[in-house]
């Protein structure tokens, strides 16, 4: 496979490195992400790949509908999906007798149902020519994780969304798998990383001693998409140093 890819989630941090790979690779990008501004930045980091940038609130069916319609007009069809889009909200990092309803839902809405829609609105395009899925979930979905209670939920939803995925459609010739990132230096973290006595207690519990880069990530993602990996299908890989072998 190697048509088009849409990404969520595309303006920053991983989701951003997997469009610089695809580019790299020679392969045509849509990139949506609810971030106009660094959409756009993104997009010109892709020099001339073929792309199409569209801001977009991956929690809003009839925009996403509308999205991936649009992505798929103009990149004649789509072949390939990574869902990267994600948050974290303060009001979900608490003890969970304390985490506000509204916070959990946020999270839930952004990382399973905008992860849900993506899917669903790619799976008419991907299943007409074959095509590939990449989930982009955490290790908090595969093994038990201090905080985020709707964070938690939501990337072991994700990882049971993919397995549903790889057993609904493999046979239309679509593979899907995911990605379990370890903790990454993007923004998403909010630069906790950068404080010495954090990244001491952080890296002590991962074999590798060092937090991953995007590119890390991406590198994987992409080749899970690719021709290379045309027997993976319903995998779940953690892309952690070795963190959940500990
Ligand atoms: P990031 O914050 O750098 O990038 C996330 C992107 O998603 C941003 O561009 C943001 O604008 C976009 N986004 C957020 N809400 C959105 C919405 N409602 N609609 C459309 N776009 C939206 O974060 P990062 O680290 O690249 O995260 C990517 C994925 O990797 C997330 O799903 C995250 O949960 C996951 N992950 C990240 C880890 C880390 O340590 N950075 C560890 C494990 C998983």
Same mark, same amino acid.
């Not at 906790?192 to 404080?195: A, E, G, L, S, T």
């Not at 027997?231 to 319903?234: I, K, L, M, T």
């Given at each position: 496979m190697t048509g088009p890819v849409l990404v969520t &989630? %595309? %303006?920053? +941090?991983i989701g951003r490195a997997v469009c610089q790979r695809l580019a790299r690779d020679g392969r045509a990008v849509a990139l949506l992400d609810r971030d106009a501004a660094l959409l756009d930045e993104t997009r010109r980091s892709? &020099?001339?790949?073929?792309t199409i940038a569209i801001p977009v609130d991956v929690s809003q069916a009839a925009a996403m509908e509308a999205a991936v319609a649009q992505a798929a007009e103009a990149l004649g069809g789509l072949q390939g999906v990574v869902t990267s889009a994600g948050i974290f909200d303060p009001g979900d990092l608490r003890p969970l007798a304390d985490v506000e309803v509204d916070a959990f839902e946020h999270v839930l809405a952004v990382n399973l149902r905008g992860t849900f829609l993506a899917v669903k609105y790619a799976l008419p395009h991907l299943t007409a020519g074959g095509g590939a899925i990449v989930t982009v979930a955490s290790t908090a979905g595969l093994r038990g994780h201090g905080f985020g209670a709707g964070y938690t939920a939501s990337k072991g939803g994700v990882v049971a969304l993919t397995r549903l995925l790889a057993m609904q459609y493999g046979e239309q010739g679509v593979r899907a798998n995911c990605v379990c990132p370890g903790? #990454? /230096? #993007?923004?998403l973290t909010g630069g *906790?990383?950068? /404080?010495p006595e954090f990244a001491r207690r952080l890296t002590s519990g991962i074999p590798m001693r060092r937090i991953a880069q995007p590119d890390e990530i991406a590198g994987v993602a992409c080749h899970l998409l690719g021709p290379d990996a045309s027997? *993976?299908? +319903?995998q779940i890989i953690a892309v952690d140093g070795g963190a959940t072998v500990v």
């Open positions: &989630g %595309a %303006a920053s +941090g892709l &020099g001339d790949a073929r903790f #990454t /230096d #993007t923004p *906790v990383q950068h /404080d027997y *993976v299908n +319903g």
